[in-house]
């Protein structure tokens, strides 16, 4: 029988929480896309594309922490680009929105940091 480390039990406890946290965070952004018209708390030039950064990179945050395989983790991921260019292509056919180059840059670029801190985490923990 094999024991798990300290670090292996803390991770488990928290990873279905936080998965779970990963699916509905997938279901806000994907609604919070495809509504006809959002209006945002904060408003500033180019607020929006901040917004889009967070957000996308809370998504690619969560799974790297969630998941315990950092393959699976880091695919997981980057998922969240493909899901951003989905969402944008479609905006163009929902009433009030528009397709934005600069938005999918703007995700891209919070996956990447999220990425990147996810794992800043993930080492600290060890």
């Known amino acids: ?3 798990k480390s300290d670090h292996e039990s803390k991770s488990d406890k928290w990873s279905r929480p936080i998965l779970i946290l990963w699916g509905v965070s997938i279901g806000a952004v994907v609604f919070l ?11 500033f030039w180019n607020a929006d594309k901040l ?4 957000a996308y990179g809370w998504l ?5 922490i969630g998941f315990a395989d950092r393959r699976t983790a880091l695919y997981a991921a980057l998922s969240a680009i493909l899901l ?8 163009y056919f929902v009433p ?9 840059l703007a995700n891209m670029l919070g996956v990447i940091l ?9 080492k600290r923990q060890e």
């Open 84 to 91: 951003g260019i989905l969402l944008e292509v479609g905006q």
């Open 96 to 104: 009030g929105r528009m397709f934005s180059v600069p938005d999918i």
């Open 114 to 122: 999220g990425i990147f801190l996810g794992r800043f985490i993930r």
């Open 1 to 3: 029988m094999q024991m």
């Open 33 to 43: 896309s495809l509504v006809p018209r959002v209006e945002l708390p904060v408003d």
């Open 60 to 64: 690619a945050l969560l799974p790297v």
């Open 51 to 54: 917004y889009h950064c967070a």
